[in-house]
């Protein structure tokens, strides 16, 4: 595409077109080629979502949009699945699980099928948020599986990672050794409603406790584990005051 081409179509982007959005999105996904950006960013929150596969993250996701929607913000979300060939099925699942936002010109929507290699998916995704920034939203969600050493790549791009949990689907001990420990700023206990929830909770505020403490500028910030249970929107205000929270501590600090 010709520098010329690329800025035509950003001013596309910048006026709100989603269509160039989406196309933009798509260039940089297939061709692994990035934007000259020279405007300044607007200052989106980004927030990572991320955690084992069935724990709620897209409903979680789903949950956060509603909110911000009622507040009239516009959000983005960006699902990054680099093995969606496997779990293409999952996508579709996520796709219907959002499509009550589907007809909203405020949401933005798009899963990311990039079958990058290990680095290039970070560096893709930030390509495209970077893009997105360009758009004007006001959130921007990533909802990655964290599964993998690249996913969790993706989760240090964003401004707060939210690690999503389950009872009965994985210990502090299974966090830990998936990376997940080191990433959250924030834990949600999800499905509170069934069993073994808090025992989860405790769980993972002993492994935090035994963790370093994560120091944003001087202050030091302790991940806050809550419970919820996303499919009713229950704990989702509690969940966004504490994203709030930790936006406000980067943007003293950061
Ligand atoms: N019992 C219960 N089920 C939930 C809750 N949140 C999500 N689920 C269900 O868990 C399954 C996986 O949810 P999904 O959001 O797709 O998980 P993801 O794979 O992490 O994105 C779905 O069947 C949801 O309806 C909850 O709070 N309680
Ligand atoms: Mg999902």
Redesign the pocket.
Known sequence: MSQLDQQLLLSRVREGDRQALAKAITIIESFAQSFNISETLTTAQVIGVT????????????ALIKLLRQKNFSVAVLAVDPSSPISGG?LL??RI?LSNHFTDPKVFIRSLATRGHLGGLSVSTKAILDLIQVAKFDYIIV?T?GVGQSEVEVMRIVDTVVV?L?PGMGDGIQASKAGLLEIGDIYLI?????DGAKETAQDIERSISMSPAKIIGEVSWIPPVLL?????G?GIDELMEKIASHRELLNKNG
Not at 51 to 62: E, F, L, Q
Request: no cysteine; aromatic share 0%; charged share 30%.
């Open positions: 955690g084992a596969p069935g724990v709620g993250k897209s409903t979680t996701v789903d999952a699942g996520d699980r909802e599986v999503v389950a999800n499905k509170s409603d069934r919820g249970t996303m499919q009713s229950k």
